[in-house]
């Protein structure tokens, strides 16, 4: 199994950016999958998932923030953050839930002005 996630970058308070996660090795519809970050000096922490019919769930910290959708033809699961703040900066990665595979390398995202 490989994750790889990408999409990161610099982005100003309330700015907006779009994760990508391909995957290979995996269908990632047949699982809970979904999104972890993990800030300089602190544990890695659970962002929000998407279940294998489609229905998403979010951290507090996020939600109403930041959305999940998969493509299914595309092997691919996203991550569309909006409202963006400075303590949302981390590296984001993509994992299944219950049981991760071995952690792809994630994608940086700073937010700062």
């Known amino acids: 199994v490989q994750l790889q996630a990408s999409g990161g970058g610099l982005v100003q308070p309330g700015g907006s950016l779009r994760l990508s996660c391909a995957a290979s090795?995996?269908?990632?519809?047949?699982?809970?999958t979904g999104w972890f970050r993990q800030a300089p000096g602190k544990e890695r922490e659970w962002v929000g998932s998407?279940?294998?019919?489609?229905?998403?769930e979010y951290a507090e910290s996020v939600k109403g923030r930041f959305t999940i959708s998969r493509d299914n033809a595309e092997n691919a699961l996203y991550l569309q953050m909006t409202a963006l703040k400075p303590e949302d900066a981390a590296v984001y990665y993509c994992?299944?839930?219950?049981?991760?595979?071995?952690w792809g390398r994630g994608t940086q995202v700073t937010v700062s002005s």
């Open positions: 998407i279940f294998s019919g489609g229905v998403s």
């Open positions: 994992n299944r839930i219950a049981i991760p595979w071995t």
């Open positions: 090795g995996i269908t990632l519809k047949d699982y809970k």
